[in-house]
């Protein structure tokens, strides 16, 4: 079954840790990652898609095919990082499926 | 660019009741799909359409419904409203029907 998995429900880092969100998936194609973040009382937004390899707001996220994942990471936590974010994937039929969030508070 | 714009924001309906919910997506983009997010999970996939077509259905009874009009608004109808189907309910758009979606605020429905 295709699945998205968020081990973690909350993360709690101090300010200027690195943080690292962890996102796995069980599939045996190419799936299109994205990570989407929620900030308070705000919309689900894009973050960062895998296939533009950009880095946004000083996050990254590297796929590891090997180990189907697709970890979110900044090296420097920023009070404005606490945020709800979702890793989604589309297994190859135009819908996003989401895993269950992990919710990080930034500690300043 | 007012994004996508979805209405009501808030509503309350008892069981049994039918409920519609309206999407307006981002100019252009002619694609809508919508997603039902329930208390302490993501958002899961329920209906996407592409030219006033439907081209993808999520798990959910045939309660659940939609359509898209000609200036790509769409529309979710429930009907048989159950407790269960409280729940928040996005609507995303994208431009040509790919995965990379532009979500609204989102209606919160709550069946009493």
């Known amino acids: 079954a295709q699945r998205v998995t968020q081990p973690e429900k909350l993360l709690s880092v101090f300010k200027g840790a690195p943080v690292e969100l962890k996102c796995n998936y069980s599939?045996?194609?190419?799936?299109?990652l994205f990570w989407y973040v929620q900030y308070s009382r705000q919309r689900l937004q894009l973050l960062l898609r895998h296939i533009s390899r950009e880095s946004i707001k000083g996050f990254t996220a590297d796929l590891n095919k090997g180990e189907t994942s697709f970890h979110l990471k900044k090296p420097f936590a920023q009070e404005e990082d606490s945020a709800m974010y979702y890793c989604?994937?589309?297994?190859?039929?135009?819908?996003?499926?989401f895993g269950t969030g992990t919710r990080l508070t930034i500690i300043p | 660019d007012a994004g996508v714009t979805q209405s009501p924001t808030h509503l309350i309906k008892t069981r049994g009741q039918h409920v519609t919910l309206r999407c307006s997506p981002i100019?252009?983009?002619?694609?809508v799909s919508w997603y039902q997010q329930v208390l302490g999970q993501g958002p899961q996939f329920i209906f996407q359409?592409?030219?006033?077509?439907?081209?993808g259905r999520g798990n959910f009874p045939d309660r659940f419904s939609a359509r898209q009009f000609p200036n790509y608004s769409s529309e979710l109808n429930v009907n048989a409203l159950l407790l269960g189907d409280s729940a928040l309910y996005l609507c995303a758009s994208s431009p040509y029907g790919g995965s990379e979606a532009f979500f609204g605020q989102g209606t919160r429905l709550t069946v009493v």
């Open positions: 989604a994937l589309d297994f190859g039929n135009e819908k996003l499926t």
């Open positions: 359409y592409y030219e006033k077509e439907e081209r």
């Open positions: 599939y045996s194609g190419s799936p299109e």
């Open positions: 100019s252009g983009h002619k694609s």
